[in-house]
């Protein structure tokens, strides 16, 4: 198959759903409304690399404890009493239901379950391809957000469906956070789902949604696109979140999608289901740390990030040095503590801090498969999330 129709198979597949009447109870989608003030100052955040780190045990049950979650946002009967196919497991005890959106266009659901502390806001991938798709290779506006720096870019068709959405997704998790203040608010996604998952947890911060703390949210999605530029990607990791868990299984493309000559970037962290055996390694695309000059680590960071940037893209004092360093592997060794400070200012200024790891599936070249898009840890995912017995 060639690479333009193994591109537009697993597109096909990111909006696949099966087509169902919404049940009564939720409201149909509004215009965006007013974004307000912000009330959460964004820092950006400086990519620094770390090896894998492999996950099992009680940490890798837990994530696929949220799979049915997914699932369930494919399962339009039922899914208002949380009886639906998929509503089993350790989902059950859901409760407080509230649907949002359309069948035939964007499509969700706010809930909580009090055992487990949680209030779940979840999305579910679009059923129609011309929904984002044709601009998914150019368009990105300015992010509207608060606090978003200028030059923070987001997908158009991404931002477009979030805010056909928002004003009732940010009214139902108001009056959910209400009722259960205490619990973590968990944003989840599967596909597009995933991308709009990360842009309604960035735009509820923001936004200041009833005092929503983000050291009590949790961003977890399986097969996300890529949803802004590197600028957006550090915006969003700089609000401190508690927890970004973005799982890609495999090989699956989509989560190459866009792709980054686009000008198109992750936001880490990404969980990596490396084979059909569920072996599963969180990639850490950064520390969380801003590079500091007298840490070792930082170092070896920003050189390698410089070695890998595009030399067309840097300029002055980190273009001479790359070019010119004899000894590439240590050519920031010894160098004076004022010399590297205006160095990285020089480096950072250039945009290049938003550059992703090649750690684990940014590490594949070829051999891209739409197939595990509709799979993570042998549990269907997509049009097939709803038929779990077959």
Same mark, same amino acid.
């Given at each position: 198959?060639?690479?333009?129709?193994?591109? #537009?198979l697993?597109?096909?597949?990111?909006?696949?759903?099966?087509?169902?009447?919404?049940?009564?109870?939720?409201?149909?989608?509004q215009? *965006?409304g007013s974004?307000?003030?912000?009330?959460?100052?964004?820092?950006?955040?400086?990519?620094?690399? #770390?090896?894998?780190?492999?996950?099992s045990?009680q #940490?890798l049950?837990e994530?696929?404890?949220?799979?049915?979650?997914l699932? *369930?946002?494919?399962?339009?009967?039922g !899914?208002?009493?949380?009886?639906?196919?998929?509503?089993?497991?350790?989902?059950?005890?859901?409760?407080?239901?509230? !649907?949002?959106?359309q069948?035939?266009r964007v499509? =969700?659901?706010?809930a909580?379950?009090r055992?487990?502390n949680?209030?779940?806001?979840?999305?579910? =991938?679009?059923?129609n391809?011309n929904?984002?798709i044709n601009?998914?290779?150019m368009?990105?506006p300015?992010?509207?957000?608060p606090?978003a720096?200028t030059?923070?870019?987001?997908?158009?068709? @991404?931002?477009?469906?979030?805010?056909y959405?928002?004003a009732?997704? !940010?009214?139902?998790?108001?009056?959910?956070?209400a009722?259960?203040? +205490?619990?973590?608010v968990?944003?989840?996604?599967? &596909? /597009?789902? =995933?991308?709009?998952?990360l842009?309604?947890?960035?735009?509820?911060?923001?936004?200041g949604?009833?005092g929503?703390d983000?050291?009590?949210m949790?961003? @977890?999605?399986?097969?996300q696109p890529?949803?802004?530029?590197?600028?957006?990607?550090d915006?969003?990791?700089?609000?401190?979140v508690?927890?970004?868990?973005?799982?890609v299984?495999?090989?699956?493309?989509?989560?190459?999608?866009?792709?980054t000559?686009?000008? @198109?970037?992750h936001?880490?962290?990404?969980i990596?289901?490396?084979d059909?055996? =569920?072996?599963?390694?969180?990639?850490?695309?950064?520390?969380?740390?801003?590079?500091?000059?007298?840490q070792? +680590? *930082?170092?070896?960071? /920003?050189?390698?990030?410089?070695?890998?940037?595009p030399?067309?893209r !840097?300029?002055?004092?980190?273009?001479d040095?790359v070019?010119? &360093?004899? *000894?590439?592997?240590?050519?920031?060794?010894?160098m004076?503590?004022?010399?590297l400070?205006?160095?990285?200012?020089?480096?950072?200024?250039?945009?290049m801090?938003?550059?992703?790891?090649?750690?684990?599936?940014?590490?594949l070249?070829?051999g891209?498969?739409?197939?595990?898009? /509709?799979?993570?840890?042998?549990?269907?995912?997509?049009?097939?999330?709803?038929?779990v017995?077959?």
């Amino acid at each position: 198959m060639r690479p333009r129709q193994l591109i #537009a198979l697993a597109l096909c597949i990111i909006t696949g759903a099966r087509s169902a009447r919404v049940p009564g109870g939720q409201h149909p989608g509004q215009p *965006s409304g007013s974004y307000g003030t912000s009330t959460t100052p964004a820092t950006s955040v400086v990519g620094t690399f #770390a090896e894998p780190v492999e996950v099992s045990g009680q #940490a890798l049950d837990e994530m696929k404890s949220l799979i049915g979650y997914l699932q *369930s946002t494919y399962c339009v009967d039922g !899914l208002d009493t949380w009886s639906c196919s998929t509503c089993v497991g350790p989902t059950v005890g859901t409760s407080d239901v509230r !649907l949002f959106g359309q069948a035939d266009r964007v499509f =969700g659901y706010a809930a909580l379950h009090r055992t487990r502390n949680l209030t779940i806001v979840a999305f579910r =991938g679009s059923r129609n391809f011309n929904n984002w798709i044709n601009n998914i290779m150019m368009a990105k506006p300015d992010c509207p957000f608060p606090g978003a720096p200028t030059g923070t870019k987001v997908h158009y068709g @991404f931002l477009q469906s979030w805010q056909y959405v928002r004003a009732s997704v !940010l009214e139902e998790l108001a009056a959910l956070i209400a009722l259960a203040p +205490e619990h973590t608010v968990l944003f989840a996604g599967h &596909s /597009l789902g =995933g991308a709009l998952a990360l842009l309604a947890a960035a735009d509820a911060l923001t936004s200041g949604t009833a005092g929503l703390d983000s050291k009590r949210m949790r961003i @977890f999605t399986v097969g996300q696109p890529r949803v802004g530029n590197s600028q957006f990607a550090d915006f969003v990791y700089g609000l401190g979140v508690r927890t970004i868990q973005r799982v890609v299984n495999q090989n699956d493309l989509t989560p190459h999608l866009p792709p980054t000559f686009s000008g @198109f970037c992750h936001v880490p962290n990404e969980i990596w289901v490396r084979d059909a055996n =569920g072996t599963t390694f969180e990639c850490l695309d950064t520390n969380g740390h801003s590079l500091r000059l007298d840490q070792p +680590e *930082s170092l070896r960071s /920003l050189q390698t990030q410089m070695l890998r940037a595009p030399k067309k893209r !840097l300029k002055g004092a980190a273009q001479d040095l790359v070019l010119q &360093s004899d *000894s590439p592997d240590d050519m920031l060794e010894d160098m004076p503590e004022d010399t590297l400070a205006n160095l990285l200012a020089d480096f950072t200024e250039q945009g290049m801090d938003g550059l992703e790891s090649d750690l684990c599936s940014n590490g594949l070249k070829t051999g891209y498969a739409a197939t595990e898009h /509709l799979r993570v840890w042998g549990m269907k995912l997509g049009i097939k999330g709803c038929d779990v017995e077959s």
